[in-house]
């Protein structure tokens, strides 16, 4: 497996990249195939038995950042030539295992090849009867937790919605805040 391409890479005036690349947004930086089982965020591969994987599983690493919207081109090698692959969309459901920087693994599927032969897997787009796993728990951050506006807050994560709006005199002044109508908080809560 060896990279091709991707977003961010120095192209000539053509629009052909340029080898060596140079510039990419995100490179590939190491491919190990697993024969030994450890956790690699895709419960295909991790079959937990310590014997081979279900099917054929390589563990790729890349440079960071690596964030929604870049993508990386990879050629990979099989025994099959490549015409034969993409005529019988031979990849087509194939997974996808891609690990985030906190160790949040989503799993997306191989789509049919398009009319140049390639394949495309989207972990914007995950394969939702496939697991979501957690491979680094102390890592995970639920996003409603975050303050606004990207979340809801520390308090309220941990509420069931719908949320209720209530006004309350604090030191003389009213105001306006969102609290837990189910009076779910653990004790201290607000």
Do not use: H, W
Request: aromatic share 6%.
């Amino acid at each position: 497996m060896t990279q091709i391409g991707g977003s961010g890479c120095t192209r000539d005036s053509s629009g052909n990249l340029i080898f060596p690349l140079t510039n990419c947004d995100v490179t590939l930086e190491s491919v190990v195939r697993l024969t030994n089982q450890k956790v690699t965020g895709n419960p295909g591969c991790d079959s937990g038995t310590g014997g081979p994987p279900s099917s054929a599983c390589v563990k790729t690493g890349y440079s960071a950042p690596f964030r929604p919207g870049m993508n990386i081109l990879l050629g990979v090698n099989f025994n099959k030539d490549a015409g034969t692959i993409s005529s019988q969309n031979l990849l087509a459901g194939a997974q996808y295992t891609g690990i985030d920087q906190n160790g949040v693994a989503t799993t997306s599927l191989f789509g049919n090849a398009d009319s140049n032969g390639v394949f495309t897997a989207d972990t914007g787009f995950p394969d939702f009867t496939t697991p979501i796993v957690l491979t680094n728990q102390s890592k995970f951050q639920n996003v409603n937790a975050l303050p606004p506006p990207k979340g809801v807050g520390l308090q309220l994560s941990k509420c069931t919605p719908p949320y209720a709006i209530v006004t309350k005199k604090i030191k003389g002044q009213l105001v306006t805040e969102t609290v837990c109508p189910d009076g779910n908080l653990p004790d201290g809560g607000e």
